[in-house]
């Protein structure tokens, strides 16, 4: 299993960026997907995720409600993050985790993606 994680960069406060992550060697259609991040010194968070219910549902970090935005698109087998209004509290390693409901085991990474937004 691999979630190869892209769309990080550099951006100036008030930019946006778009994260894609794409999966292979499962059906992202049967797992919650979500993304986490990480920033220097601090513990990993979720930041958002989107269930496999229909319609999605979708639930964020009260830190980037409003701001980001999360889909998935289970035909290419990717899920994405719309980040608008960055600022440089965002700015951490991301990382996309393909949860499979209900169970304690079957939990994949990405490699993670840095976003850095300077002041």
């Known amino acids: 299993v691999q979630l190869q994680a892209s769309g990080g960069g550099l951006v100036q406060a008030g930019g946006s960026l778009r994260l894609s992550c794409v999966a292979s060697?499962?059906?992202?259609?049967?797992?919650?997907m979500n993304w986490y991040r990480q920033a220097p010194g601090k513990q990993r968070e979720l930041v958002a995720g989107v269930t496999i219910t229909k319609p999605d549902r979708t639930h964020y970090a009260d830190s980037v409600k409003g701001r980001f935005t999360i889909s998935r698109d289970n035909s290419k087998n990717a899920v994405y993050m719309q980040m608008n209004s960055l600022q440089p509290e965002d700015t951490a390693i991301y990382y996309c985790?393909?949860?499979?409901?209900?169970?304690?085991?079957?939990?994949?990474w990405g490699q993670g993606t840095l976003v850095t937004v300077s002041s």
């Open positions: 985790n393909a949860k499979l409901p209900f169970s304690t085991t079957q939990s994949y």
């Open positions: 060697g499962i059906n992202i259609g049967l797992y919650t």
